[in-house]
């Protein structure tokens, strides 16, 4: 992962969210804001070999397979990951990594929840509210002229109240950087939900900003 962008999210975050935040680094968090970025994921493991150039299909570097799951859920710095499949989906999988050769990725490693209509809910691990602040966003099979990808995210927080925005892809094939606004603190959980492949396209998601530290409503 191009750690120049980590670097560019991260300081955006801290001028949007006040400067008195501190910026972790790429990989780990030393304050309270921290870029979850799943590099610690890996998809070697299922018999892929990367190559920078596909193969024949079927071939050991045919980047479609670097592709690994699933996951029931994935936790780092104090934060967690779940994924539930829609009500009556017949092939409930899980949370899957796109690889770093994934033909519609570039380079980093990145989490989707690979079934139709599932939802992916982020909740801090010590049940206590936090804020999110930005994520990288990209179409998971790469950006189709004729089926857009809008992602909606809704959350609760602390005081019961209920915060939502819909995030429009920029139909471009790679990642595009988000930042969410201020309502998006005291959150006692976020989630958002998968596209379906027939009126909305799936997506994946990376480099996901989260803090402790958010100034509260109205302030």
């Given at each position: 992962?191009?750690?120049?962008?980590?670097?560019?999210?991260?300081?955006?975050?801290?001028?949007?969210?006040?400067?008195?935040?501190?910026?972790?680094?790429?990989?780990?968090?030393?304050?309270p804001i921290a870029i979850i970025n799943f590099q610690d994921l890996h998809t070697l493991h299922n018999g892929f070999h990367?190559?920078?150039?596909?193969?024949?299909?079927?071939?050991?570097?045919?980047?479609?397979?670097?592709?690994?799951?699933?996951?029931?859920?994935?936790?780092?710095?104090?934060?967690?990951?779940?994924?539930?499949?829609?009500?009556?989906?017949?092939?409930?999988?899980?949370?899957?990594?796109?690889?770093?050769?994934?033909?519609?990725?570039?380079?980093?490693?990145?989490?989707?929840?690979?079934?139709?209509?599932?939802?992916?809910?982020?909740?801090?691990?010590?049940?206590?509210?936090?804020?999110?602040?930005?994520?990288?966003?990209?179409?998971?099979?790469?950006?189709?002229?004729?089926?857009?990808?809008?992602?909606?995210?809704?959350?609760?927080?602390?005081?019961?109240?209920?915060?939502?925005?819909?995030?429009?892809?920029?139909?471009?094939?790679?990642?595009?950087?988000?930042?969410f606004p201020n309502e998006f603190s005291n959150l006692l959980y976020v989630q958002w939900q998968q596209g379906d492949n027939?009126?909305?396209?799936?997506?994946?998601?990376?480099?996901?900003?989260?803090?402790?530290?958010?100034?509260?409503?109205?302030?």
């Amino acid at each position: 992962m191009n750690r120049c962008r980590l670097w560019r999210i991260a300081l955006a975050a801290a001028v949007l969210w006040g400067s008195h935040l501190a910026v972790a680094n790429a990989d780990e968090s030393h304050g309270p804001i921290a870029i979850i970025n799943f590099q610690d994921l890996h998809t070697l493991h299922n018999g892929f070999h990367p190559c920078p150039t596909p193969g024949p299909p079927g071939s050991p570097c045919d980047p479609t397979r670097d592709l690994s799951g699933p996951l029931p859920t994935y936790s780092s710095h104090g934060y967690t990951f779940f994924y539930t499949p829609a009500p009556g989906e017949p092939f409930p999988v899980g949370l899957f990594v796109a690889g770093r050769w994934w033909p519609f990725n570039d380079g980093t490693y990145a989490l989707y929840a690979n079934s139709d209509n599932a939802l992916t809910t982020l909740k801090r691990d010590d049940g206590r509210p936090f804020a999110l602040v930005a994520m990288d966003l990209a179409e998971l099979n790469g950006a189709r002229s004729d089926l857009p990808a809008v992602v909606a995210f809704q959350g609760v927080t602390a005081t019961g109240g209920a915060v939502s925005i819909e995030i429009a892809l920029d139909n471009i094939t790679g990642f595009q950087q988000v930042y969410f606004p201020n309502e998006f603190s005291n959150l006692l959980y976020v989630q958002w939900q998968q596209g379906d492949n027939v009126t909305n396209n799936p997506h994946m998601f990376d480099n996901v900003v989260v803090t402790t530290d958010f100034r509260p409503s109205g302030q």
